[in-house]
């Protein structure tokens, strides 16, 4: 199994930036893919982004393409989500989220599907 924890979060203007990180323990990284989610109380956990195992390939919903970017450094057993053009309604408790497979363009974007789970990062964007 795999142990995930996230940092980076914290308090950012609308229009500015944030880099959280997921840094990995236990099993072998990159045999697990990895996603982040976000979740506001009261409200379904909400996909945000995905990267496979060899981080050669990226998925995000139209909501937040072209403004978050997902990667990762097997080297360091982390991966980053590097967030850009935050708006207030990106405010929510972000975590990351492992499994290993098998993953379709379905399952990579259903929280259910994943198998461990850091803690979660608040990030909140003021306006």
């Known amino acids: 199994q795999v142990q995930l924890v996230e940092s980076g979060g914290g308090l950012v203007q609308a229009g500015g930036s944030l880099r959280l990180s997921c840094a990995a323990s236990g099993r072998a990284f990159s045999d697990y893919y990895i996603a982040w989610f976000r979740q506001i109380p009261g409200k379904a956990r909400e996909f945000v982004a995905a990267?496979?195992?060899?981080?050669?390939?990226?998925t995000y919903p139209d909501s937040i393409k072209d403004r978050f970017i997902i990667s990762r450094d097997n080297t360091k057993n982390t991966v980053y989500l590097q967030m850009n053009s935050l708006k207030p309604e990106d405010t929510a408790v972000y975590y990351c989220?492992?499994?290993?497979?098998?993953?379709?363009?379905?399952?990579?974007?259903?929280?259910?599907?994943?198998?461990?789970w850091g803690q979660g990062a608040q990030v909140t964007v003021s306006s």
């Open positions: 989220a492992a499994q290993s497979g098998p993953v379709t363009p379905t399952t990579m974007r259903v929280w259910e599907d994943y198998d461990y």
């Open positions: 990267v496979n195992w060899g981080g050669g390939t990226t």
